[in-house]
């Protein structure tokens, strides 16, 4: 063989080495969604088949259906922002209720007291207050902080709005830099909880960001999803890839 034909083999066998590196790389920096793949809020809306499940999605694009209404819902046994009775707010599934009982205790016992503003939300409320916030902001404002009715994660029995005293009670980005907000952000998936829309990724939730608005979705998932950084849209398509090899 001449050393001509040793050369080209060598040289061809490099450039193969660096087109299958750049293939694997290119593959890695793929896997984050980019904005392309950011879906069309309130378009193509398909309404969930699943609303008892512990990770139900329910977002810009996943809606309840109108009539849904938990039928295990709960009063807290939390400090509460507006201890009545009636008020639905103060209500949640059972398995979110106990665990968020679980969560305040954890938290007291290391000096942080929460209270729990806002819980179940029906339908009909979330009709009235998006209307509301329609009529003083405009609708490209409120969606920005609130949901259209049947979009709301509230509806579904499972989420909680938490704030402190060391914020007024507010609803606020602030709670995030409070020694309470920040306890909770890096405890509650120990609880099953997870801060529903992150700072860094508002534009892919379609929410602001919300501290304050924690998401029951059971241990194990709210572990996956503390831990590798998700929002439940990431933890809920990683699933349904992981199941459909059973089904191939
Ligand atoms: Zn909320």
Known sequence: ???IKILM???????MMIGIITMVSAGAEAAPLNEDSVPAFYQDIIQVENPDSLSVLVNKNYSLPEDYEPDDLVFLEVPLYNNDKNNEANYLRKEAA??????????????YELIARSGYRSYATQ???????????GVEAADTYSARPGHSEHQTGLTIDVTSDTVHGGLTELF???????WVAEN????GFIVRYPQDRTAETGYQYEPWHLRYVGVQAATEIYQDQLILE?????VMNRTSFLWD
Do not use: P
């Open 98 to 111: 106990d665990a968020l009982k679980e969560l305040f205790t954890a938290a007291k016992k290391e000096g």
């Open 9 to 15: 083999m060598v040289v061809s066998g490099l450039f």
């Open 234 to 238: 990431d933890y809920v398509l990683s």
């Open 176 to 182: 995030g830099e409070t020694e309470e907000g920040k």
């Open 127 to 137: 009709a009235s207050l998006y209307e509301r916030y329609v009529e003083q902001d």
């Open 188 to 191: 509650a998936y120990r609880f």
């Open 1 to 3: 063989m001449s050393r």
